[in-house]
């Protein structure tokens, strides 16, 4: 047998290790900012359902597959790509798959750090007690003037993006490794003591129906697509991130398992987070379908209002803002490590040179929010091509690709000793999903989401 290869970037220096830097990838705005939203809009309960079953039968499979290219390549997304399609005999041409999660990655970076920046401020602005007592159009029009200030909306990105490149720069362990580590936990207690906060505000009863009591009469088909583009979205999933993080995973930790662990842990926060912010927003009779400013526009309004909300209200953004930073050190590290590699540089080298591009892109979403607010291609600003861009086409081609490179292009055999689960029926089911049921549902996601369902009255486009 082939000696086993090792990553030039290093490795994870347990599987703890992996489960929380890729947990702390998974988790993010993702869960705390879009997840509620998007319940809020699709009506609660059945709309959960729905995203429940995507991420158990083509979440888990997909993060299984892109962890074994990770693993098996041992490299940067594209060049583990170029290396396997090598040793499957197919063609070269599927190195692109690579780089187009390259980026997808990186260019979903240079809006991420702009709103985790907003999640820094939001840590001072209400911790200085800006919403105790303040009315819902106050609320509002703090959030309107946050975002018409450039200036202020550069220096908290550039924070965020500073912080992320100098813990990139650190390497896998002294980096990446040692920030999940510190504040995933973090994230969790903060988060538990969150729930704790909430049950004692009185509404938790409505807010857990509203998650769990499902309502097929409330779910619309575009919410059943939601349902499934944000599945991809959460997980980290069809941006080169799992393959990055997998290539850095010890040789004898069970891919199965750690997926499956990563995938609970996922949805756990996004539902814990439901029930942290729903029975505020109940309690507070505020519009739960409010849609993306009911983390920034509503919630403070119900913290003003609670008792110790200022306390609480502050505890809730330094949350997201480790959450969202442990997505953000994710986002970067495809992008590093294939600078590294491709031109043999430091990788104190490549930080710099893709940080520096990273910031430029940047103050193209910080822009968006006011000068160029106007300024519109295809009838978007800038953020909002750059958001359509990435997750409606290049996450659901990136998965369809996956699915198509491991189950197809790949050979049996070599998924089946890097899965190493053997002849076992979870073998078999994952080839299966991934060959038939994640192409077909990822398709049909696809068309929707460019419009091709127009007709029949379902328009996500
Ligand atoms: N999953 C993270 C979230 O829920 C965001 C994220 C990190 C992401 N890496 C990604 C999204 C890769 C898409 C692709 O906030």
Redesign the pocket.
């Known amino acids: 047998m082939e000696e086993k290869r090792q990553s030039v970037h290093g490795q994870w220096s347990s599987r703890t290790a992996f489960v929380l830097a890729a947990t702390g ?11 509620p939203y998007i319940t809020g809009q699709n009506g609660g309960g059945a709309f959960v359902l729905v995203y429940l079953i995507c991420i158990l039968i083509i979440g888990i499979p997909v993060m299984m597959g892109e962890i074994l290219i990770g693993r098996r390549g041992r490299q940067s997304p594209s060049h583990s790509i170029a290396y396997l399609a090598k040793e499957a005999g197919a063609p070269r041409i599927w190195t692109l798959m690579g780089i187009m999660g390259i980026s ?2 990186f260019l ?2 240079t809006f ?1 750090v702009v709103i985790a920046g907003w999640a820094v401020a939001y840590i001072i602005v209400t911790a200085s007690g800006t919403f105790t007592g303040a009315s819902a159009e106050a609320v509002g029009a703090y959030f309107d003037d946050f975002l018409a200030d450039s200036s202020g909306l550069i220096f908290w990105s550039t924070l965020v993006t500073l912080g992320t490149l100098v813990t990139v720069a650190g390497g896998v362990r002294k980096g990446l490794e040692r920030a999940v580590t510190w504040l995933m936990p973090g994230m969790l207690v903060i988060l538990l003591i969150l729930v704790g906060y909430a049950l004692s505000t009185g509404s938790f009863i409505e807010g857990f129906s509203f998650l769990f009591k499902p309502d097929f009469t409330k779910l619309s088909a575009d919410g059943v697509l939601v349902a499934l583009g944000h599945a ?10 799992m393959i990055a993080y997998g290539a850095y995973l010890p040789e004898d930790t069970s891919i199965f398992q750690t997926s499956v662990i990563v995938c609970a842990a ?1 949805t756990a926060v996004a539902l814990i987070a439901g029930l942290a912010i729903f029975p505020i927003v109940f309690a507070y009779g505020l519009d739960v379908s409010e849609g993306p400013g009911l983390i920034f526009a509503t919630l403070p309004i119900a913290f003003g209002q609670m008792p110790f909300g200022t306390f609480f209200g502050t505890l809730f953004f330094i949350m997201l803002s480790f ?2 930073f442990t ?2 050190i ?2 970067l590290e495809p992008t590093v490590a294939w600078i590294v590699e491709r031109f043999s540089v430091t990788r104190l080298r490549a930080v710099v040179i893709s940080g520096t591009v990273l910031w430029v892109l940047s103050l193209g979403t910080v822009f968006s929010f006011s000068k160029w607010a106007e300024i519109k291609l295809f009838g978007r600003t800038f953020f909002a091509n750059l958001d359509y861009l ?2 409606n086409i290049m ?1 659901p081609l990136g998965g369809l690709l996956v699915a198509g490179f491991t189950a197809w292009a790949m050979k049996e055999s070599a998924t089946r000793d890097e899965l190493g689960l053997g002849d076992s029926p979870v073998y078999s089911t994952w080839r299966f999903v991934m060959r038939y049921i994640a192409p077909v549902a990822i398709v049909i996601v696809f068309l929707a989401k460019l419009g091709a369902f127009k007709h029949f009255g379902i328009d996500l486009s």
């Open positions: 990838s998974a988790v993010g705005l993702g869960n705390i900012w879009k997840f997808a990655s979903i970076l991420y991809f979205f959460t997980l980290s999933l069809a941006s080169g991130v996922d959450a969202a997505s953000a994710s986002l990435t997750a996450l």
